[in-house]
């Protein structure tokens, strides 16, 4: 069946414009997580989703950064007034619910640049 | 806070060489350990899980136990192949949903 996908694969963008990522979670997953991978670095946590909600939005950087979640499906990651420093690859992953005995499956990821 | 720490990389073997990636964690009560695998050009795959103390996580010849007493996860294979070769991340979950990562190792696996 269908993998998590997410759109677009690559972004380039100036900076002090905005983005949007798209996260399209398998479907029936009612869990949906972002993260954040910075050039040799790990994966940052930045937030979930339970269905539609947010419970902890402590990961997201900064104000800049901001989520939604509609239908309990697509998820959107918005990085407003871009900074060279949002360059990364983000990430999305999806699972059937947010016990740790679900697995969590990762998209491709979209990688943004910021000149 | 909570953290993870594994060895840098990257990690260059012989075909049927013994594996060993270390991976160190640091976090206030029980969190469930993972290790997750990067094959070159796809996204990030489970490969084995622990969720308590003395745990032994197993997948595709890899294993892993979970240590309270030393706080770590280490990642073995007794025989590595070259499709081994893989980007390979520790990570723990802990406060219900909150992942953290480690910042990978790469392992190259030579014939």
């Known amino acids: 069946g269908a993998g998590v996908s997410q759109s677009p694969s690559n972004k380039v963008t100036e900076k002090g414009k905005d983005v949007e990522l798209r996260c399209d979670p398998i479907s029936g997953h009612t869990a949906l997580y972002w993260y954040r991978q910075s050039l040799g670095q790990g994966l940052e946590f930045l937030i979930y989703?339970?269905?539609?909600?947010?419970?902890?939005k402590s990961g997201l950087p900064s104000d800049r950064f901001s989520a939604e979640r509609t239908g309990g499906s697509v998820s959107t990651l918005t990085i407003q007034r871009t900074q060279q420093e949002d360059s990364a690859v983000y990430l999305c992953a999806s699972s059937y619910g947010t016990s740790g005995r679900f697995e969590q499956y990762f998209g491709p990821g979209t990688r943004l640049t910021v000149t | 806070g909570d953290s993870v720490t594994q060895m840098e990389g990257p990690v260059t073997l012989s075909e049927e060489a013994f594996l060993t990636i270390n991976c160190t964690y640091t976090a206030t009560g029980y969190p469930s350990l993972f290790w997750y695998v990067q094959y070159p050009g796809e996204g990030l795959q489970l490969l084995l899980k622990?969720?308590?103390?003395?745990d032994k996580g197993s997948n595709k010849g890899f294993e892993a136990t979970y240590r309270k007493e030393t706080t770590s996860f280490h990642l073995e294979k007794g025989s590595v192949q070259v499709s081994d070769s893989a980007v390979y991340f520790c990570?723990?979950?802990?406060?219900?949903?909150?992942?953290?990562f480690g910042s990978g190792t790469k392992l190259n696996v030579k014939p």
């Open positions: 989703f339970q269905g539609n909600s947010a419970p902890d």
């Open positions: 622990a969720t308590k103390a003395d």
């Open positions: 990570a723990l979950r802990y406060n219900f949903n909150k992942f953290y």
